[in-house]
């Protein structure tokens, strides 16, 4: 690192330039340092840089100070500072623990990481003992802030237990104080007026999916038994949450998630115009994880990551156009981004950081008692970290925990190399399921290519004032 620079090397010329790597977009340089502060040079301002020649009295050589892309005897605590703001994660404790209820499920999506067993399957539940243990594990991560997402299979088919978590949860706290909140992920089948009263007078806020219109999201998300119209159904959720919000005038809403397949690839206006249509703020544009009934459909319902590119590129377009003309929406991979390239704020979005948020700021919870590194490994025997009868600081600090973390960071490797590294990240899952190893090539990652062209989307719209002050809205949100 750069603070292995002795005072005299920075005395002798006032400065020396700090670690960065550069790119050129839209016929400009754009220069990015280590701590994730960054500038846009034109050839000649770049020439000084590289060569050293910078004029110490210059405007150039103040922004360069001040961005931290130099480093003198004045900045010194300001790069410390930028370095604590992007890594401050790291000695938080875990925060989002991923409750499995079960892994019964009434879909059959095609998509699905998990591996969901048939609805009637009840040995896949947790019990109320194993709850209580698992609550009793997650209080003692040294987060102030604990959220308990409830996943599944499909969550609301062990509700009684969901209704236990939040009571024990919130009785227990009553001492410990913590900043809890609730979360339950469900494709709103089998949700009824009860179910709906105990989440909203809870404040356990509700995510479902939404794939589209109605052609799209049934050819993704199929039931059980192949005649339940599921967008119909979770249209009419989607309505009827609102309009209790509104009723009882409560600031929750219900928020939507989106996976792309190769039926979604030419319908990118439709899709977003169907979030519109619904009343959402909020979508996010994913493709598929490699994982479950995903791996295995991928040949019907999978695409390059060319494709897909091109699709977010699309949808991207269009709510940027939306947005001129008053609609408001906005996209969550470019939230992500723009609010770590505009505010040196970290989102919350683990899959972009290095390292990941693997056992560091999430842990899941099977429905046995088992503790994966994160959602996405508990399919995976090599991310099962431990037991929630177990200790807190044993399960975090085992072996295979330092392990899968390692395997997370992306230094030290091609992504050295890469301009976008301080604000990208790898999923040490994904990669093992495409490789079978946890130290794979990361260039050859679907991931990494689509992060790439994702990257440099931003940076070359984000020089139009129009866009900036677009996006810019979307952050304070």
């Known amino acids: 690192m750069a603070f292995s620079i002795t005072k005299e090397e920075i005395l002798h010329k006032g400065y020396v330039p700090f670690n960065y790597t550069s790119k050129k977009i839209n016929c400009q340089n754009l220069v990015v340092a280590e701590h994730g502060q960054w500038v846009i040079l034109n050839d000649a301002e ?5 060569n050293g020649e910078l004029d110490r009295e210059s405007k150039l050589f103040n922004l360069l100070e001040e961005k ?31 409750v499995i209820l079960t892994k019964r499920c009434d879909h059959k999506c095609v998509y699905c990481h998990a591996s969901v067993k048939n609805s009637d399957a009840k040995e896949f539940d947790m019990t109320k003992k194993t709850a209580k243990k ?15 997402e409830f996943q599944g299979g499909e969550t609301l088919l062990n509700f009684e237990v969901l209704q236990f978590i939040v009571g024990y949860a919130k009785e227990k706290n009553k001492k410990i104080k913590k900043n809890l909140k609730f979360s339950v992920v469900t494709n709103l089948r089998p949700m009824d007026d009860e179910k709906l009263d105990f989440l909203m007078k809870n404040d356990v806020s509700i995510c479902t999916s939404l794939d589209g219109p109605a052609d799209i999201h049934n050819a993704n998300r199929i039931c059980e038994d192949n ?8 249209s009419f959720w989607i309505k009827k949450i609102r309009e209790e919000c509104n009723k009882q005038k409560k600031n929750w809403r219900i928020e939507a998630l989106l996976t792309i397949t190769k039926n979604s690839l030419k319908k990118p206006r439709e899709i977003v115009d169907e979030y519109v249509k619904q009343g959402f703020v909020n979508m996010s544009v994913r493709d598929m994880k490699f994982l479950g009934f995903s791996s295995k459909n991928f040949g019907q319902i999978g695409y390059s990551p060319e494709e897909f590119i091109d699709f977010w590129k699309k949808c991207a377009d269009y709510i940027i156009e939306l947005n001129k003309k008053g609609v408001r929406i906005r996209e969550r991979t470019m939230v992500i981004i723009l609010s770590k390239i505009l505010g040196q704020q970290d989102a919350g979005y683990t899959d972009m950081r290095s390292p990941c948020g693997a056992c560091l700021s999430q842990l899941a919870y099977d429905y046995d008692g088992s503790i994966y590194s994160c ?12 037991n929630v009868s177990q200790e807190y600081p ?28 301080p604000y990208c990240g790898i999923c040490p899952v994904i990669g093992f399921s495409e490789t079978n190893s946890l130290i794979p090539s990361v260039s050859e990652h679907f991931r990494c290519k689509v992060h790439d062209a994702q990257f440099n989307y931003i940076f070359e719209k984000i020089q139009d004032s129009e866009f900036q002050k677009i996006v810019k809205s979307w952050i304070s949100l």
């Open 134 to 148: 698992t609550v009793d594990f997650i209080f003692q991560s040294p987060s102030k802030s604990i959220m308990i």
């Open 227 to 234: 005649k339940f119209n599921c967008h119909e159904n979770v």
């Open 46 to 50: 770049f020439d000084l840089l590289e």
């Open 375 to 386: 959602d996405e490994g508990r399919d995976f025997d090599i991310f099962k970290v431990g």
């Open 68 to 98: 931290g892309i130099i480093i003198t005897l004045k900045n010194e605590g300001i790069i410390e500072n930028y370095y604590k703001e992007r890594l401050s994660f790291l000695a938080q404790g875990v925060s989002l623990h991923i």
């Open 394 to 421: 044993e399960v975090v600090g085992c072996d295979k925990s330092c392990m899968i973390i390692s395997s997370s960071v992306i230094s030290n490797t091609s992504c050295d190399e890469c301009v976008w590294k």
